[in-house]
């Protein structure tokens, strides 16, 4: 089936159809890791969004029943150069394109992404449309260019009602704006007793609950557009350890004080290199972010930078100078991507039981 | 025979000093007072590593000090004074009215920062003092606490912990002999 990929900028790309049958809007991005394309289509901070992937081949090894992100895939649609319609590994148990069918999710490949993502460099990410090749063009872009994206990610991924993720260990409080499994899976390793939360908890209830330490989880969408959050961080920090991932480190500098602002194009892909200031030390890191943290706006925060990206200086992590509280805005727990990171989760559990000391 | 077990590795051990130095800034408004001093051989590069950890984070570079407190220990052993040297510590600002943070290896009987404390002492009157270990293994003589621990690590009296730097021993590790 043919398909058409039209941009916001009036581009046109002509490519062929997989997975599901559909038309779908939403807004474009581009990711450069070359593996990991299932654990980036499950990834609920990808909802709303057509992902681009620039590695050329995508769904060689198929889709596995073990790198899942989440239950139900949010993303809009599936932009690629070449898919694998006969993927071969061992743990494979499903084609991509299955996959999308079967999660309603279209697809489109014969995509050249190279010119794709020079577009999406230069006009930064921007609204686009899979459309049947047989559909009226003018009238489509039309559409594409009234089209509002909705603003309301997290409440569409977050879980609406509290569960527990039981563990024999210390006492945590998941608060999922989109939670990706992977942080679900660090904490289990580490044998921590989890209770996930809805995105609009309060910090009353979450205080009732006595955790040893606090995750604000990564999640899709503009940090500005979750109101309550401020409270609620601002009702926690100081009185029970803190770490936040993503929108949970967006969310968090907010509430001290801080602004945050739309990157042209974004950091997604699993070789971003950051610096942890303290030591120099550098760790390549997954990430998945379209906002950033001004740097500016830290000043006269009671926020340390303790994280920077080195190819565009950009803000990856900060922390409270007064209260146990710090957050990253990359993935530590990799999936898809490296675990060079992946200690700030022994970090975490090392300044709860610090905190646990003194109290 | 020895047995010997590693219970701190490299990267943990960074892990910690980064966090003793971030905790150090969490609970001191501003750290302009703060002379760090370091007790004689390990404690010494553990408030280097700090104070260059500090610099990276605050642009703030902290006057580190050593002290040499064998002759200030209540424990004398028959052939410590004969190694004694009398100009071992030193003191790269004034300590009157600062905030000195004590930093140590690892704490045991607490019969060294008492040394420590004396020897401080006769450097100034500071105006408040505080103790950071990278170990703290337990078993007090004395009410000694500290303020920033690295690690706490339930030993016996029968063991040993063994403090290794990548400076004086080539490598980072913590390890407990029995």
Known sequence: MGKLLLLEDGTMFKGEG????????????????MTGYQESITDPSYCG???????????????????????EPTCKGVIVKEVCRRPSNWRCKQSLPDFLLAKGIPGISGIDTRMLTRKIREHGSMKAMIIDDTQDVSHAFDQLKATILPNTQVAQVSTNKAYPSPGVGRNIVVIDFGLKHSILRELSKRECNVTVMPYNTTAEEIL??????????????????VKGATALIQGIQGKVPLFGICLGHQLFSI???GKTYKMTFGHRGSNHPVREIATGRVSFTSQNHGFAVEEASLENTPLLITHREINDQTIEGVRHKQFPAFTVQFHPDAAPGPHDAVHLFDEFMEMIDAWKEQH | ?????????????????????????????????????????????????????????????????????TLYRDDKGKDMEATADLTASSMPVSIEGKHVVLIDDVLYTGRTIRAALDALMDFGRPQKISLAVLVDRGHRELPIRADYVGKNLPTSTKEKVVVQMEEIDGQDRISIQK
Do not use: C, H, W
């Not at chain 2, 001191?28 to 950890?53: C, M, P, Q, S």
């Open chain 1, 18 to 33: 997989f997975g599901a049958d559909v038309s779908t809007t939403g807004e474009i991005v581009f990711t450069t890791g």
């Open chain 1, 49 to 71: 969004q057509m992902i681009t992937f620039t590695y050329p081949l995508i769904g060689n090894y198929g889709i596995n029943r073990d790198d899942m992100e989440s239950i």
């Open chain 1, 208 to 225: 009732q609950l006595a955790p040893d330490g606090v995750m604000l989880s990564n999640g899709p969408g503009n940090p500005e557009d």
């Open chain 1, 255 to 257: 509430a001290n004080g």
């Open chain 2, 1 to 69: 025979m020895m047995k010997e077990k590693e219970v701190v590795d490299a990267l943990a051990m960074k892990r910690a000093l980064t966090r003793i130095t971030y905790e150090i800034i969490e609970r001191n408004k501003g750290v302009e007072d703060i002379v760090l001093v370091g007790i004689k051989t390990r404690g010494i590069y553990i408030a280097e590593r700090i104070a260059d950890r500090m610099k990276q984070l605050e642009d703030v570079s902290l006057p580190v000090g050593s002290l040499d407190i």
